[in-house]
């Protein structure tokens, strides 16, 4: 197919990258730990870790996993937020030979659970704050190994003792639980530092990551990325930011959870690869306390979402901010909406980079160029070694213009879903492109917009309706603050249309937002109901789940 988003490259971004340059990624780990063994690599609560000491670390880690017997490739779980230990359990569990499992640790045990055993994971590493759920569900699981950290493991003697007395007395943070054959991860420093690491062989195509979808589309399942689907993606992001040598280190704002595809890939490997320094934000649901972490650094990175960049514009003491070292605010994990990404151009003087692809693709599959002023309202284009094309319903390329699914293929499309060969079947098409499930539109410049999910598509008397397209007008309204839009059963229509908005007025009425859409929405495309909420459901990564909308009407 011919690969007409080439002409639209900005210059000096090449059409290919070349991931050989790595082994692995614990090739790419290990080069920076060297390289920049004296830098901080992050920091979390005022306490710095350079990247020396990860090296340090991981491999006191990494050696009491492989004394435990674990066999290679065996599945180890992370269930932590956004702390130090992160980093040097994911950099111990890859230079032990194993793979990484990420769990969301706000999982209910039945989540959990069905996370443990898919994935067969036999080692768990977790925070005490949410040790109670693996106490719940250990023994329906094959972990054999139990590792709970504190929040204040990292942060020194004193100031660690402090942080361990209020979170668990004053905040009350940490529920009881019992784990009797758990083990401290202090105590696996300790224990780990006495034993050597065995040197694992390691290629491209051995397993890194089971990344778990979110489940907002059925069971949970684990997309397998090998070691060369997350080297490419660091290494086509990296091409596709072209940053320039800076005298100052680059400071990447790592508020979205490391557990997540896009913070993991954005800021924790890329941040690695190029000796930056990762602000962990273990809570950024805490706006005021976020906003007087950013408030110490110079930062450069900044991935997000729109609704944690939609947050932050509605603080007054964000605003106050110096922006004069953004770089780039990348925006992916849902749509942003021209409204927001208007109003942080405005306050920051940068643009927000709107980019897509999901787990499936280690994220990024396609962003737009870096130079853009102004809101696009797209995907933007395939970036480096990445195709992208249209597929009709039997799965045929549409020709320029035409609407049908999004279909990805590239060195950063994981290998399949792990144990479901019918899954893995029903997403690829036999030239290799992955199917995913939203539609979309290509333009002559090679440029994508993102009709919507297939199942989130409202159909009113024969009309499709895309709930992006709704609530991108209504979110521009001055008095709103977020919006949903799902479609509801309708005896006339078949469905009609629902919004359900958090006011940022709180004398906002329905008819005044409904005579707002009546001008900006054609007759089928507007609203038949509106429902005030003080909040709407959300992933832990920010994402508004309109199914869980969607099911409280039908159980209604």
């Excluded at 420093?189 to 778990?212: C, M, N, T, W």
């Excluded at 609407?403 to 030239?431: C, F, H, L």
């Excluded at 209504?474 to 006011?503: M, Q, T, W, Y």
């Excluded at 001008?519 to 507007?526: D, P, R, S």
Aim: charged share 20%; hydrophobic share 40%; glycine share 8%.
């Amino acid at each position: 197919m011919e690969k007409i988003w080439l002409k639209s490259y900005p210059e000096g971004v090449p059409a290919e990258i070349d991931s050989t340059q790595y082994r692995s990624v614990t090739h790419l780990l290990e080069e920076s730990f060297r390289k920049y063994a004296d830098r901080n690599a992050y920091v979390c609560m005022d306490k710095f870790l350079t990247y020396g000491e990860l090296d340090k670390l991981s491999l006191q880690m990494g050696a009491w996993l492989q004394s435990k017997g674990l066999k290679p490739g065996a599945r180890v779980a992370i269930m932590l937020p956004n702390v130090l230990q992160y980093p040097v359990a994911m950099a111990a569990i890859l230079r032990a030979g194993y793979t990484v499992v990420n769990v969301n640790p706000l999982y209910t045990p039945r989540e959990l659970q069905h996370q443990l055993t898919d994935s067969g994971s036999e080692a768990i590493i977790v925070l005490e704050n949410f040790a109670t759920t693996v106490e719940q569900v250990l023994a329906h699981t094959q972990v054999k190994h139990v590792i709970v950290a504190t929040m204040g493991d990292m942060l020194g003697t004193l100031k660690g003792a402090l942080v361990n007395f209020v979170v668990r007395n004053v905040k009350k943070m940490v529920p009881s639980y019992s784990l009797p054959s758990s083990v401290s991860f202090k105590q696996v420093l300790a224990e780990g530092s006495r034993l050597a690491l065995d040197p694992v062989k390691q290629g491209h195509d051995d397993i890194a990551f089971l990344q778990y979808t979110g489940g907002t589309t059925g069971v949970s399942k684990g997309a397998v990325l090998l070691h060369r689907n997350i080297i490419a993606n660091v290494l086509q992001n990296e091409a596709w930011l072209q940053f320039k040598p800076q005298a100052e280190q680059l400071v990447f704002v790592c508020a979205l959870p490391l557990y997540h595809i896009y913070s993991l890939t954005i800021s924790a490997f890329m941040g690695m690869r190029m000796g930056g320094l990762n602000l962990l934000v273990p809570n950024p649901r805490d706006i005021p306390g976020f906003v007087k972490e950013l408030a110490k650094y110079r930062v450069a990175v900044f991935p997000a979402v729109n609704t944690l960049y939609n947050a932050l514009l509605n603080n007054a003491e964000f605003a106050k901010l110096d922006f004069s070292s953004y770089s780039v605010c990348n925006g992916g994990g849902m749509a942003v909406q021209q409204a927001v990404a208007d109003r942080w151009l405005k306050l920051t003087g940068t643009p927000i980079i709107e980019g897509y692809g999901m787990s499936e693709t280690s994220p990024v599959a396609t962003a737009n160029r870096v130079d853009i002023k102004e809101f696009t309202g797209t995907i933007g284009l395939p970036i480096p070694s990445t195709e992208v094309c249209i597929l009709d319903d039997d799965g045929n390329v549409l020709p320029l213009g035409g609407t049908g699914e999004i279909a990805i293929r590239g060195p950063q499309v994981m290998a399949g879903y792990w144990n479901r060969p019918d899954e893995t079947a029903k997403s690829m098409t036999p030239d290799g492109f992955f199917k995913t499930g939203d539609v979309g539109i290509m333009n002559e410049q090679g440029f994508t917009r993102i009709v919507d999910r297939k199942k989130d598509m409202i159909i009113v008397s024969g009309f499709n309706v895309y709930p992006n397209e709704v609530e991108g007008v209504v979110a521009s309204h001055p008095g709103v603050l977020e919006v949903a839009c799902i479609g509801v059963p309708d005896k006339n229509s078949g469905e009609a249309v629902k919004l359900f908005v958090v006011r940022k007025d709180p004398n906002l009425t329905a008819e005044q937002l409904l005579d707002f859409c009546k001008h900006e929405l054609t007759a089928y495309k507007k609203p038949k109901y509106i429902e005030f909420r003080d909040e709407l459901p959300k992933t832990n990564v920010g994402k508004i789940l309109r199914r869980q909308l969607r099911d409280e009407k039908v159980a209604a």
